[in-house]
Every structure is written in C-alpha cells, then in structure tokens.
C-alpha cells in the first residue's frame, strides 16, 4: 500500500485516530507560520501516543537549536525541513531529513549528492506561504514518469476525491495530508481519514 502522513496533529485523539488507520507517519508543525504550529512540550504529549508510526516534524525557518530541541523532546524520527537544503542542514540535524520542493520549482530540487542522503523528497504546492497544510493541488503531470533515487512523498491539497488521481500519476512511495482530512485547521476529521485511507487502498488496487 502506499504510505500515508498525516500531518499537522494537534490533538491525542487524532493522532491514535491516524495509527489506528495505519498511518505509516504522523506529522508535528513546529513552524510559527502554521495555524497548526504546536509546541515541543505538546508534540511530546502528542507522541507519547504514537503506536507504530514515525514521527515526523515540520520546519521552515527555524534553527539548529529549535530543530534538535523538537527532535528531543517529541522524539523525532524525521525532520521535514521547508527550506532550500544545505550540507549544513545534513550536519546539523542528527536524524534523517525529508526534503522539500515546491512543484515548478526545480532550483529547489537538492542536488543528487544531498538528495541521496535524505529519507525521500517530497512535493508540495508552492502555494500558500510554503509549509504545507494549504489545501491548495498541483499539476501532478510535474512528476508523471520521473524517477528518484530515494523515496518519494506527495502532498498538497490532497483528499478522498483526488488522492487516486495523484497515485495513478506520480506512483509515490507516500502521500501527505493535512487539511484535506480536516474540520478546521489542527483539527482532524475520523470520516474524513477513513475516506481517505479507503481511497489510497483503492487507488493501490487499481494501479497494480
């Protein structure tokens, strides 16, 4: 099955609700942009209820302090990192990193020899102030048929109606959501994850 993330958790309930549902990562926003921002204290309570998931946190301009602070406290697997990656980054965060680009944007692609060293790239819209959570989609026809040499994680603007449109064009290794399985922002819907955990597995039997 491809992968889900869950991103931007807030609360106890809908973390256990994504691993529940077989989420494969759960997502902390440490990024001051995000109206989903959570703090270290609380993403550590958030991932003491964590069963079976990687622990994922978002940043955009934070520093190396803040990054390792979060990482010890919510004991993070991966940092997501909404920024241009740099050999400094690979140096200094001492788990491994998930980079980022904005579909349209190939200067942000890292180059192969940063780009093998991280735990996959994903793409996001580059809509919407860059550190996810927008609702916003982009053309998936971007990534139809390219190759990567780690693995691959989609998001933007996905939900239950298009999640299996972008599967069937990109084949990602994962695919990341935040608002598209929401009530409001930080706060996740269960019939809205059900919906979209259903239509990744269906999407996954189609593509076969």
């Not at 102030?129 to 998001?155: C, I, K, N, Q, Y």
């Amino acid at each position: 099955m491809t992968e889900v993330k869950v991103c931007g958790l807030t609360r106890e309930e809908d973390v256990r609700a994504a691993c529940d549902l077989g989420a494969a990562y759960v997502g902390f926003n440490f990024s001051a942009r995000s109206p989903r921002r959570v703090s270290p204290a609380r993403a550590r309570r958030l991932a003491a209820v964590v069963d079976g998931a990687r622990r994922v946190g978002v940043f955009v301009d934070e520093t190396y302090r803040e990054i390792e602070d979060a990482v010890a406290q919510a004991s993070l697997d991966l940092v997501q990192v909404h920024r241009r990656l740099t050999e400094e980054d690979l140096h200094h965060v001492w788990v491994p990193v998930l980079a980022v680009a904005h579909a349209g944007r190939a200067g942000e692609i890292p180059p192969p020899e940063l780009l093998q060293r991280c735990a996959g790239i994903l793409f996001d819209s580059s809509s919407g102030g860059g550190f996810g959570g927008t609702g916003v989609t982009f053309d998936w026809t971007l990534l139809e048929t390219r190759t990567w040499p780690v693995p691959l994680f989609v998001a933007g603007g996905l939900h239950a109606g298009n999640v299996g449109d972008s599967i069937a064009r990109t084949r990602p290794a994962a695919v990341d959501v935040a608002s598209g399985v929401e009530s409001s922002p930080g706060v996740k819907d269960r019939a809205k994850m059900e919906g979209f955990f259903a239509a990744v597995r269906e999407a996954d039997a189609r593509c076969r």
